[in-house]
T-cell receptor, first 114, second 112 residues
Framework: DGGITQSPKYLFRKEGQNVTLSCEQN?????MYWYRQDPGQGLRLIYY???????QKGDIAEGYSVSREKKESFPLTVTSAQKNPTAFYLC?????????????FGNGTRLTVT | AQSVTQLGSHVSVSEGALVLLRCNYS??????LFWYVQYPNQGLQLLLK??????LVKGINGFEAEFKKSETSFHLTKPSAHMSDAAEYFC??????????FGTGTSLTVIP
């Protein structure tokens, strides 16, 4: 079945360490996205990529970095510069530029930094 | 920037009662609108999307939404709530720049 795979589901890190969250899709979608979810704040866009080797900052990109070397992969690195990294991270993809093409989501990675 | 507003962060209904979750969007760009549902510790699942073919959109699990341009609204309804409907619901809009923006979510509780 086609879908988006995020791994791991739970991730624990010590403060000051960088950590990379994996996101892989086999939907052949061009666009991929990373969102952060915190209680009561909905989803906030971190980075998005509309094509391989290109990506744009979202609303809360500070302290994060991404790469898009392959169409199917869009890893997110949470750096030590991110002041409050503990959150639920969601990866998504979209298959077309049509206005009503929806986002498809992975099951998320819950990151806890202590 | 295009945005959506969800009124009511928590809604409680009795089992079998009408579910109404509210969403308003800003009117500056074409309304590419979506509703998603999220169960605990999972990703978001698409409930329905506005296609402009009809103002009343039917989705999965018995949900539907009505697009009202005059009110810039896209409220989600279901005639009869089930216990399994308890979840978080998000309204979202897609911009011409291919970005998606989400409301802050509404947590639905279904009382037996």
């Amino acid at each position: 079945d086609g879908g988006i795979t995020q791994s791991p589901k739970y991730l624990f890190r010590k403060e000051g360490q960088n950590v990379t969250l994996s996101c892989e899709q086999n939907l052949n979608h061009d666009a991929m996205y990373w969102y952060r979810q915190d209680p009561g704040q909905g989803l906030r866009l971190i980075y998005y990529s509309q094509i391989v080797n290109d990506f744009q900052k979202g609303d809360i990109a500070e302290g994060y970095s991404v790469s898009r070397e392959k169409k199917e992969s869009f890893p997110l690195t949470v750096t030590s510069a991110q002041k409050n990294p503990t959150a639920f991270y969601l990866c998504a993809s979209s298959g077309g530029r049509g206005g009503n093409s929806p986002l498809h989501f992975g099951n998320g990675t819950r990151l806890t930094v202590t | 920037a295009q945005s959506v507003t969800q009124l009511g962060s928590h809604v409680s209904v009795s089992e079998g009662a009408l579910v109404l979750l509210r969403c308003n969007y800003s009117s500056s760009v074409p309304p590419y609108l979506f509703w998603y549902v999220q169960y605990p510790n999972q990703g978001l699942q698409l409930l329905l999307k506005y296609t402009s073919a009809a103002t009343l959109v039917k989705g999965i699990n018995g949900f539907e939404a009505e697009f009202k341009k005059s009110e810039t609204s896209f409220h989600l309804t279901k005639p009869s709530a089930h216990m399994s409907d308890a979840a978080e619901y998000f309204c979202a809009v897609r911009t011409d720049g291919n970005q998606f923006y989400f409301g802050t979510g509404t947590s639905l509780t279904v009382i037996p």
